[in-house]
């Protein structure tokens, strides 16, 4: 199976950015995280790619979760994973 390429934006002090942070990792996921604060040049790609500045927002491989909402993430994980099991990755 493919890895799953999970990116969390975040900030600072964000409890919902714990929250999909937990979350991901009680799924046994690897993500990275990028601190919208230190790196204020992403908000411009968040902005083009979602609309929106607010954090967390977390990007499964290309497709997005807007705040902290673990069904969307489920929904997105077993997408992706049942179409690898069905490519026989």
Excluded at 5 to 32: A, P, W
Excluded at 57 to 70: A, C, F, K, R
Aim: with cysteine; charged share 20%; net charge positive.
């Amino acid at each position: 199976m493919k890895e799953l390429d999970v990116t969390v934006y975040s900030t600072t002090n964000c409890g919902y950015c714990e929250l999909m942070k937990n979350f991901l990792r009680e799924q046994n996921i690897k993500y990275k995280v990028i601190n919208i604060q230190q790196n204020p040049d992403i908000t411009q790609y968040l902005m083009q790619q979602t609309g929106r500045l607010g954090a967390p927002q977390t990007s499964i491989n290309g497709e997005w979760v807007l705040g902290y909402d673990p069904n969307t993430a489920v929904k997105i994980i077993k997408k992706f994973k049942h179409f690898s099991t069905m490519n026989g990755d």
